[in-house]
């Protein structure tokens, strides 16, 4: 091959390599660009916290309590859930509000029956909502909440033919209240059953001891159960008395007990073992022991039982 022919082929070679440099860079992908992938990802992680931070500054400009509302529940009705607080960045503890009820009465005695005074306190904001729901018109006085209450009372309860089913009364008398609000609620199958309310100014006249006007829904049971009474039967007895009472007694069937003062209020109990046909007997006396009430010489007192 002469000289001029190998430079030719030599020349051919050297393009053929050119060319097939060019090819393998067209088809093989470029570097990846770590760096800029780098910082467009740093920039997108601060927009998105910047964007989170102008949320949380709106929530956090909404007023304490808002309330959340849930979507249609299929009747057509939107409920509105518990108040929920507002949103803070701020990750200091909220303390937990100290639940508020009716006060204790003066002695433990007052509860009876193993019933405990949680259990005493629910019974009363069950009374107070069934009130609520079963009320026919205004009310000529506010129950308020349930704080506004003392408990003097709660026991047992015997159920009869009129209200069958036994359960538990809890009476609560309104404090500091002019009007002597005083409700006795029956709690039958864990729900309130039934209520009964009584109130009115003190009357200037009143004898030194008022039995309570429907105290005998705690002390006897059905009319229609007359003879047929379910033993044993735990019984109660709730009254109020003047400030110069320093005693008072409670006799039935074959008992005397004497009852607890409490904020002027009496309240007496037993169990009977026997059915009686006498209502209890009340008697009150002053510091010096002298008797000045006598529920047999009181007109108005319903001595005997229906």
């Not at 409920?79 to 003066?106: C, I």
């Not at 003097?152 to 209240?177: C, F, Q, R, W």
């Not at 309130?192 to 008022?210: C, I, Y």
Request: overall charge negative; proline content about 8%; glycine content about 10%.
């Amino acid at each position: 091959m002469s000289d001029a022919e190998q430079e030719r082929e030599r020349d051919v070679e050297e393009r053929l390599r050119e060319l097939l440099a060019e090819d393998a860079y067209t088809i093989r992908p470029a570097p990846v660009p770590y760096p800029e992938i780098r910082r467009q990802g740093v920039a997108e992680r601060r927009r998105r916290v910047a964007a989170a931070g102008a949320v949380l500054a709106t929530l956090a400009a909404l007023p304490v309590g808002a309330y959340a509302v849930t979507g249609n529940d299929g009747g057509g009705s939107t409920t509105a859930t518990s108040p929920t607080p507002s949103v803070s960045a701020s990750h200091s503890p909220t303390p937990s509000p100290t639940p508020s009820g009716p006060a204790r009465p003066v002695t433990e005695g007052q509860l009876l029956d193993g019933i405990t005074f949680e259990q005493a306190a629910d019974a009363v904001d069950q009374c107070l909502a069934y009130e609520e729901k079963h009320s026919l018109g205004p009310r000529d006085t506010d129950l308020g909440p349930a704080d506004s209450y003392r408990i003097i009372l709660a026991m047992n309860s015997t159920g009869d033919s009129n209200a069958p089913g036994d359960g538990m009364y809890v009476v609560a008398v309104k404090e500091d209240d002019e009007h002597g609000t005083r409700m006795i609620c029956n709690i039958r199958e864990g729900e309130a059953q039934g209520l009964n309310l009584s109130g009115g100014a003190p009357d200037p006249g009143a004898l030194a001891v008022v039995p309570d006007i429907n105290g005998g829904k705690l002390y006897q049971q059905s009319f229609l159960d007359r003879g047929n009474w379910k033993l044993p039967f735990r019984w109660g007895a709730i009254g109020t008395f003047d400030p110069s009472v320093a005693k008072i007694t409670v006799s039935y069937g074959d008992t005397t007990g004497r009852a607890v003062l409490d904020h002027g209020w009496f309240i007496a109990s037993g169990v009977l073992d026997r059915q009686v046909t006498e209502a209890p007997r009340i008697k009150g006396y002053d510091a010096d022991g002298k008797l000045v009430y006598d529920s047999d010489e009181d007109p108005s007192y319903e001595k005997t039982l229906p």
